[in-house]
């Protein structure tokens, strides 16, 4: 396994994360374990999770997975760099009772215990916003985490799918308060959706943040699915689904497996290869259902991607070009 720093940190983590989504909904806990422990055998030692994770009546649900593999002890927690979110409501389906989402001081408090107890950990490494709060001040969440910091709680803060200038906003303010600030951005990015390279991606390297991609396949999209369609009868569902009732998005998917297939790479593979050649990019998340995908996601950490797949690639997909060149002169 390779490893990078954190953005402008010295934190040391490795070039996949354990995306743990799946975790609880999909994959039940014995399983969830084994994924962790082939994780750890491998050397990834980046867990990210949040705390809806379970989702409706089982929010919390996935954190209290991870929980328990940590306490099986034998250094699984001193190993792990764990990142957990905090946004939405835990009230299940139910409209959240008022202070009980969102980014207030008094949520941020809560939610952080909260956490804490699920995962039965003393501290949370990487602290992520899994969302802009447009009703509470930066003042306010920087005033909350410090406290947090101070207490041992948490280590470091990020964020999640935020524009470029919330980055710049919240990173300006913390230099002002004289604290660190965010160090990480946890946004959408993949071959099929490059949108966060015009504003994103230069606001997180300007001030140092490490990019975690998140749905580096695009919810299947790039990971075979005409191919697994054609031959194996497995028709696309979800975000795939919509997308390829769209001619136009049917052909270039088509296109790129057509390439892969001629130079012999699996599509999945390649497409997490390929993020790890981009500037910024410190990790995309991986959510293994199984050990069988995991071990596939390994795979592309040690795929190097020639000039000709790139450029092939780039031809397919292409990104939306630099800011402001994109758009103006």
Same mark, same amino acid.
């Given at each position: ?12 983590? *490795?070039?996949?994360? &354990? ?42 649900? !996935? ?96 964020? *999640? ?10 990173? #300006? ?11 990480? #951005? ?28 998140? *749905? ?30 769209? !001619? ?27 993020? &790890? !050649? ?26 190097? &991607? ?16 630099? *800011? ?6």
């Amino acid at each position: 396994m390779e490893y990078t720093q954190l953005g402008r940190t010295g934190l040391k983590v *490795s070039r996949l994360v &354990l995306g743990t989504m799946n975790f609880g909904p999909q994959t039940e806990e014995a399983e969830s374990h084994a994924i962790m422990d082939a994780a750890l055998d491998a050397g990834l030692n980046f867990f990210d999770t949040a705390n809806v994770y379970g989702w409706g009546e089982n929010k919390g649900r !996935t954190e209290t997975i991870i929980g328990n593999w940590f306490a099986k002890g034998g250094g699984r927690r001193e190993k792990v760099v764990i990142a957990t979110k905090v946004f939405g409501g835990m009230d299940g389906d139910r409209e959240p009772w008022p202070n009980h989402d969102r980014l207030s001081a008094v949520n941020i408090r809560r939610a952080v215990d909260a956490s804490l107890k699920r995962l039965r950990t003393d501290h949370i490494d990487l602290y992520q916003f899994h969302h802009i709060d447009r009703l509470t001040p930066f003042e306010e969440i920087w005033q909350a985490i410090d406290v947090l910091v101070q207490q041992g709680k948490i280590v470091y803060a990020g964020s *999640s799918n935020f524009p470029g200038y919330k980055i710049a906003q919240a990173n #300006e303010l913390a230099a002002r308060r004289g604290t660190v600030g965010l160090v990480s #951005e946890q946004c959408l990015y993949n071959l099929a959706e490059r949108r966060a390279e015009m504003e994103v991606i230069p606001a997180a390297q300007e001030y140092g943040l490490g990019v975690i991609p998140w *749905s580096p396949l695009h919810g299947g999209l790039l990971g075979g699915v005409i191919k697994k369609e054609t031959e194996g009868g497995r028709r696309a569902s979800g975000r795939s689904a919509d997308a390829l009732a769209d !001619t136009s998005v049917r052909a270039q998917v088509q296109a790129y497996e057509d390439l892969l297939e001629k130079h012999g790479i699996e599509p999945g593979e390649a497409a997490l290869a390929w993020l &790890l !050649t981009r500037p910024g990019v410190t990790a995309p998340i991986v959510g293994p259902r199984t050990q069988a995908q995991l071990e596939s996601a390994l795979r592309a950490v040690e795929l190097e &991607l020639d000039d000709e797949v790139l450029t092939g690639l780039d031809g397919i997909f292409p990104g939306p070009g630099p *800011s402001p060149e994109a758009f103006a002169w």
